[in-house]
């Protein structure tokens, strides 16, 4: 299993846990609350554990970082500040995420790096003193970092000693399912029997090799319908798929059928080179890699935090931009009469159906031309403004209110035509799995001049890689090319 593996999930820093499948009292019974009343009302109560842990960690690094500012200095907005933007960035981070095997070890790099930007974003830029020496400010950010990060990390102890002591109780631990065999395997449920204080309980093994062959298609509500069953037959809350010993598409199909019925699912990598070097939530049991998974459906915070980026620039852009979208509407109505707008149907995240609005530069030859025809470069149907629009990518514009709507991001693969993406989807390995994450207005392979007509499979293999390894640093990196990509006209 290479990269690609468990594409159609990917890792996550956070995620939702589903509650189990409860069971409705016999028919004829009196209850004061209706069945998704109850259940909610369980879910809510197994959050509250982890909503208080995520809350004491914040209220101790807020504590710390503060506290010591305001010891080393004489200012009460500075510590302020610096502690609400320590307790941001470990949150941002993914620092304050309920993770199973608890280190403070883990804690010590993250934890530095961010007490040292958050003294000197506030400290030494947004409020720095005036007149301070250079030498004076250097002792003082480390006599800052060094006495906070041993507070942040005494107070941590007792933090985690709380966490392991709540997860050992018998009626906390979760119902766990090993899918694979092998020494592994072995190894990892010897290991999860030692320690209560990882919270699981290993009630069911499953081989892949003894269930019926996953159905083939990537994009199957059920990819793997026996093993489903099997899993809610034994009420599983936590899934360990082991990679080891099984075929790819078997693995894959296990890691997604378990992701859309479990909690919570890790992939455990026992084989070199499979889990990529930034993977997020990656962590140790018994020694072995496991990285957490989930479901393309699931909202994480970092999605949220993408959108909102995406809303903010979009907006934005819009306003500032406004007088050359109405120049450029105003031209293509004085070439080509009315309509000055072409729409047309894509697909977007999660195989959803949506229209996209660019300047018209072409007219198709016949209703359906453009639905079905992978490029219209005849010299008849395309303007000296549609020709020009196209080259300067202005034609594009419109998208921006895709973007506001939510149907596109600034930066995703590029949408396909519904006729396209049964096409493609039928005939190129992965394809569909770039529908993870919401379409972009310019993607990672548009960049690096995979446009037109192009290889549809290095397209795939770009948008993939580009969506397994997601940072907003990357986004930014993206944006950027793409602004370089379009002054200097690259491919065109």
Known sequence: MGAQGFAGLGTAEETTTFPPVFQDRAPGSRTGRTASQRVFGRHLLRRLPAAGYRFSLALLDFSVASGVALFLGDSPARAVLTGTALATMQAVTGRYRLRRSLSLVDEVAPSMTHLLLADLAVNRILLAPEGAPLQLATVQVAAFVLAALLLVLAGRIPVFEAARRFRARPERRRATAVIGTGEVADRLAAHLDRHAELGLTITARLDPHELDEPTPRTDAAEDWPELTQALRRT???????????????????????????????????????VVPAGARGREFLAGVPVVRILDATQITLAHRAKRLFDLAVASALVMALGWLMLTCAVAVRLEGGPGVLFRQRRIGRLGREFTLVKFRTVRPSTEHHGDTSWSVDHQRLVGPVGRFLRKSSLDELPQLWNVIRGDMSLVGPRPERPHFVATFGASVPNYRLRHRMPVGMTGWAQVNGLRGDTSIEDRVRYDNYYIDHWSFAADLRILLMTVRSVIVREGR
């Open 235 to 273: 009420r599983i809350r936590v899934v360990l798929v082991l990679c080891e010993g099984a075929h790819p598409v078997r693995v894959d199909a296990a890691a997604r059928a378990a992701a859309r019925y479990a909690g919570e699912v890790w992939a455990v990598v026992s084989t070199p080179g």
